[in-house]
């Protein structure tokens, strides 16, 4: 399995991006993919999920600024991100980590570098 993450640069408050993150070596559409961030002297935090039927999670910090989506055809997974704050401020990884569970519209465990298939990064720098 093999993912590579782009798209990440610098860019002013209330700015936008998109990441894309190319996945070989699996099914995309037949798997679970999530985004997840690591700020720096931080831990890794969960930031959204896209499940098997498109369903999507994410989390309380970025719901209504961020979408996850993907094109199957293309075996591609994508993160739109609007609305920048500085707090956005991260490495983001893709990875087909699992959670411990999902309920309500977020996702719940803590993303472990271990488990699963992870990309290399892109980094997100918010700031004015």
């Known amino acids: 399995v093999r993912l590579v993450e782009s798209g990440g640069g610098f860019v002013q408050p209330g700015g936008s991006l998109r990441l894309s993150c190319e996945v070989s070596?699996?099914?995309?559409?037949?798997?679970?993919m999530n985004w997840v961030r690591q700020a720096a002297g931080k831990g890794i935090e969960w930031v959204t999920r896209?499940?098997?039927?498109?369903?999507?999670y994410y989390a309380d910090s970025v719901k209504g600024r961020f979408t996850i989506s993907r094109d199957d055809a293309q075996s591609t997974l994508y993160l739109q991100m609007n609305s920048l704050e500085t707090e956005d401020t991260a490495m983001y990884f893709c990875?087909?980590?699992?959670?411990?569970?999902?309920?309500?519209?977020?996702?719940?465990?803590?993303?472990?570098?271990?488990?699963?298939?992870w990309g290399q990064g892109t980094q997100v720098t918010v700031s004015s």
């Open positions: 990875t087909n980590w699992k959670v411990r569970y999902c309920t309500l519209g977020r996702c719940f465990g803590t993303p472990d570098r271990a488990s699963g298939d």
């Open positions: 070596g699996l099914t995309l559409r037949m798997t679970p």
């Open positions: 896209i499940g098997t039927y498109s369903k999507t």
